[in-house]
């Protein structure tokens, strides 16, 4: 089983519609995470941090669930300018050589 | 705003040869890291350096040195390229170990 696992998609999805995004993580002592966003033939920018009480940054919304181990992301609404492939992060907090990136969601958003 | 800077940002190799891949940053970061990316892997460590003048093997070192030259500098070398080689390499820097990865453009390396 793959540290961290991510539907690889691609999700096509229309203007304005919401999508959602899912990420399992089999180390139970994972402590941080993120999202991250790369483009395509682009490196990866960070997306937003996801927080053990959720957090949300305009139209995007992330939740973490320890017991389940997984997080997720939500994009409401929709842009063009989401298309891209969105890379979860999983770091256990012992030095970025424990950082664990996974293979990544790709995103198409339709006119 | 360079933030990362690689280079080469393309380059093809026959097997055997050798090279290097820059990587400067300047962003005043403590760490640097390069990492490799493959269709269907995920980003991957290849070395890391917490810190000027340390540097540490990551997940896939194989086949691969670095030089942590200064602050700034942080060169991954090919010694014999291998067509296993190919791949996508990306330089980036923290200015923790915790905090966010800013990463440079991408190097695109292809042994034949």
């Known amino acids: 089983r793959k540290e961290v696992e991510q539907d690889p998609g691609p999700f096509n999805v229309p203007e304005g519609a919401t999508v959602a995004f899912n990420c399992t993580y089999s180390?139970?002592?994972?402590?941080?995470f993120f999202w991250y966003r790369q483009d395509c033939r682009k490196e990866p920018k960070l997306l937003m941090s996801v927080y053990s009480s959720g957090n949300e940054d305009g139209r995007f919304t992330a939740q973490l669930n320890r017991a389940s181990q997984y997080i997720s992301l939500l994009i409401r609404d929709s842009k063009l300018s989401d298309s891209a492939t969105y890379l979860c992060?999983?770091?256990?907090?012992?030095?970025?050589?424990?950082?664990?990136f996974g293979t990544g969601t790709k995103l198409q958003v339709i006119p | 705003n360079a933030g990362v800077t690689q280079t080469p940002k393309f380059q093809v190799l026959k097997t055997g040869q050798s090279m290097t891949l820059q990587c400067a940053q300047d962003m005043n970061h403590n760490s640097m890291y390069w990492y490799r990316q493959d269709p269907g892997m995920g980003l991957r460590l290849i070395y890391y350096?917490?810190?000027?003048?340390?540097?540490d093997k990551g997940e896939v070192p194989n086949g691969y040195n670095v030089s942590r030259l200064n602050k700034r500098e942080f060169s991954l070398r090919l010694e014999s390229a291998a067509p296993s080689q190919t791949s996508v390499y990306f330089c980036?820097?923290?200015?923790?170990?915790?905090?966010?990865?800013?990463f440079g453009e991408g190097s695109r390396l292809t042994v034949l």
């Open positions: 992060v999983v770091n256990d907090n012992r030095g970025y050589q424990k950082v664990t």
């Open positions: 350096s917490a810190s000027e003048g340390t540097t």
């Open positions: 980036a820097s923290t200015r923790d170990l915790t905090g966010e990865l800013f």
């Open positions: 180390n139970s002592a994972s402590q941080s």
